[in-house]
C-alpha cells in the first residue's frame, strides 16, 4: 500500500492536545492511514457540542519532543472538526476518530460529551466517524484501547456507517486478559446524581461548583454503562436525529 | 385557584437574563403559574449541553425597573437548570419553559442549541420541558410566541410527556395572521455550510471566526426547518436518547 492508497484519518479529543489518549489514538491510527491530528489547545470536557461564536479562534502548531505532533485550536472539540475541514485539511478525511477518553461517555454522559460531539460534528458533515473513551480518570492504561481503535477504524472504513451516525466506543480500564467481551448497546438510562459543592470564597461570597456521581440504573448487558460495569467493551451507535418519533402519533392527537 | 395550586415553573434561556424573548415567556408563565426564572448572567449561544467543570459558579440576584425578576447564573443554560434545581428552587418544579430563542432551533442547529439543551437537561431530570425559538435575529414580534407558549404549557402540563423527551417549538417571525398553521414535525437535515471568516490580526497573525449558513436540504412539511419557512409553528418532540436503535441488528453481525 503506497501512501497515496492510505487513508487520511483526522484525529481529535476533548481532553486537549497533551492528552494522553490523544496520542494513543494518533500512533494507532499511523499503523493504518495518514493522520492529521487537531486537537484543542486546552482540556474541554464538558463542553458537548459547544462551538465558539463570540471569539475568533487561532490554530498553532504543535510539538512534542521537538517532532510535529499536530495542530490546535483555541476553542471546543466540535469548533476542531469546523476548523480542520475548512481550514487546516487539504481534502476531506476518510475517517474521523475522537478520544480516547479520560472517562466513560455513556448513558447521560453522551449528552455532555466533548468527545462524542467531535464524532457526531464529523458525521453531520458527511465523514465516517468514532469515538472512544475509556472508563478512568487515573491510572490509565490505553494499551487495548489503542488496539481496539485500530481494529475497529478498519472495520468501518471498509462497511461505511449509515449517514448521520457514528459508533460511540467504551472501553473498560483493565488490561486485555480481562476483558469480558465486545457487545452492542444502547444508550443507557444511568444519570448523575447532583452534588454541587456550595462554599463561601475569602469574601464571605458563596460559590458553587458542579459536582456528582454517575448512578447506575441499568441492569441489562446491552446498555451501555453495565456492559463496561462489566468489564465489556461497549459498542453503541448514535444518530444525530434526537426525534422521539414513536411519540410524533400522539402528538397530532392533541391538535394543536 | 390559590396560589398553592399554581404549577411552580422554571423558565430559562441561553441569549441570557436580558434577552427579551426570556422576558416574553416569564410574562406568559405567569398567568398559568408561580414563575422562577434562572438564566445566565451572560448570551450563551451555541453552547449546546455545554456544563461548567473548571471554574465555580455564582448566583446573583437580577432586577429590571427596580423589581426583582430573577437569578443570574455564571454558566451555561445548561449549568442554570442544574443549579436552580439543585441550589434556588425549594421544590422541584412542575414544568421548564426555554427560550424564546433568537433564531430558529431546527434541523442540526438542535445540536448546537443551548436553549433546547436547558430543556433536555430537564427532562433528564424528570420535569417535563419545554424549548421555544422564534425564527429571526432581529426584528422580533414575540406576541403570537408567548401566547402560543402559554398554550401548550397548559397542555403539556395536563398531558405530560413521556420519560426523557421534550417538545422544541419553532415559530415564524411573522404576525399571528399569517401563520398558517400548527405542524408536528422531525428533526430536518438542514445543516450549516460552513463559511468561518479567516483575516489578519494588527500583528499579521490568521485568526478564524466561525460562520455559516443553514442551508434548506428539506421539502416536506413534516420537517421543521421546512415547516417554519413555510410559515407554520413547528413542534417536535426531541429524546435525550441518541441511539441509532435501527443500526443495531447491523452491528451484531460485525461480530467484533
Redesign the interface.
Known amino acids: 500500500m503506497n501512501n497515496i492508497q492510505k487513508p487520511h484519518i483526522l484525529v481529535c479529543n476533548d481532553d486537549g492536545i497533551e492528552g494522553e489518549g490523544l496520542h494513543v489514538l494518533a500512533a494507532a491510527m499511523k499503523k493504518i492511514g495518514k493522520v492529521t491530528v487537531v486537537a484543542p489547545a486546552e ?1 474541554h ?10 471569539v ?4 498553532r502548531k504543535y510539538s512534542r519532543n521537538n517532532r510535529f505532533f499536530g495542530y490546535t485550536v483555541s476553542g ?1 472539540p ?2 476542531c472538526i ?2 480542520a ?3 487546516i485539511l487539504p481534502e476531506k478525511p476518510d475517517l474521523i476518530v475522537s478520544g480516547i477518553n479520560y472517562g466513560s461517555n455513556t448513558a ?1 454522559n ?3 460529551s466533548g468527545t462524542v ?1 467531535a464524532a ?1 460534528e464529523g458525521a ?1 458533515q458527511g465523514i465516517t466517524s468514532l469515538a472512544f473513551s475509556l472508563t478512568t480518570y487515573e491510572h490509565a492504561d490505553f494499551s487495548f484501547a489503542g488496539k481496539f481503535a485500530r ?2 477504524a478498519k ?1 468501518v472504513l471498509a ?1 461505511g ?2 449517514p ?2 457514528i ?1 460511540s466506543v467504551n472501553i473498560p480500564n483493565v488490561p486485555e486478559s480481562a476483558i469480558a467481551g ?1 457487545v ?1 448497546t ?2 443507557g ?1 444511568s ?1 448523575w446524581e ?1 452534588n ?1 459543592i ?2 463561601n470564597d475569602m469574601y464571605g ?6 459536582n456528582g456521581t454517575l448512578m447506575l440504573l441499568d441492569n441489562e448487558l446491552h446498555k451501555d454503562e453495565f456492559a463496561v460495569r462489566k468489564n465489556y ?1 461497549s ?11 414513536g ?2 402519533g400522539t ?2 392527537t ?1 391538535n ?1
Open positions: 482540556p470536557s464538558g463542553m458537548s457540542h459547544a462551538m465558539t461564536l463570540g475568533p479562534l487561532r490554530i471546543t466540535v469548533d469546523k476548523v475541514l475548512s481550514h447521560t453522551i449528552l455532555y460531539a457526531l453531520l481494529k475497529l472495520k462497511e456507517l449509515p448521520d451516525t459508533l465486545v452492542i444502547e444508550q438510562r444519570r447532583e454541587a456550595e462554599r461570597n458563596p460559590y458553587y461548583w458542579l467493551v459498542v453503541t451507535p448514535l444518530s444525530c436525529d434526537l426525534t422521539n418519533h411519540y410524533i402528538l397530532k392533541w394543536l
